[in-house]
């Protein structure tokens, strides 16, 4: 059996978990509210004050979608309570991020300053002028937007120069050195 899709979720005070038909899972909470269809075949029950997933047989197909709706149903419930944030860091000489109104501005040693506009359910606050925090109660979209923002300028091996997430170790290589 899964393991982690036998665990019941927890449903907490506040929130309300409603299964309608095709398994449209909706999530309230006090952060706002989440919906996603997840596959049919599996069935989710909600018991009293928590969530149950279940699998109809033990074909590979099953076992591996059990674990993963669960895991789904899970973070909706986690984000609509608590919120999932992303940390990023702009590391490098003259490199700087700013924020006006839902637009973010980057300084990146390129010629031009990138600007993102923050998509809908997401909301970035920088602190000081290299970090950047990625807030939302959708996890998918968090580490997406997240990764968009890396991706602007991804952190190099030599110096360091780039924007990484702040929990990530960056593997340093050494310089070339020349000819004596």
């Given amino acids: 059996m899964s393991r982690i899709g036998r665990m019941p979720i927890a449903i907490p005070a506040g929130v309300t978990v409603e299964v309608a038909e095709n398994n449209k899972v909706t999530v309230k909470g006090p952060k706002g509210t989440l919906e996603r269809v997840l596959p049919r075949e599996m069935e989710i ?7 149950l997933v279940s699998r109809p047989n033990d074909l590979k197909k099953m076992k591996s979608l059990h674990g993963l709706t669960r895991t789904l149903v899970n973070n909706m419930v986690a984000g609509v309570t608590n919120g999932f944030e992303k940390r990023l860091e702009v590391n490098g000489v003259g490199y700087r991020a700013a924020k006006s109104g839902k637009k973010l501005t ?4 390129y010629s ?4 993102m506009e923050d998509p809908e359910g997401i909301e970035t606050v920088v602190e ?9 109660i959708d996890k998918e ?3 997406q937007f997240a990764a968009e923002i890396r991706d602007k300028r991804r952190p190099e091996p030599y110096k360091g120069k780039g924007i990484k997430y702040a929990d990530e170790t960056i593997r340093r290589k050494v310089g070339k050195t020349g000819k004596k």
């Fill in 141 to 143: 979209k968090v580490g």
């Fill in 128 to 136: 000081g002028q290299n970090l950047i925090i990625v807030k939302g």
């Fill in 45 to 51: 029950k909600v018991e009293g004050a928590e969530v």
């Fill in 112 to 115: 031009h300053p990138v600007e």
């Fill in 106 to 109: 980057l300084n990146l040693g």
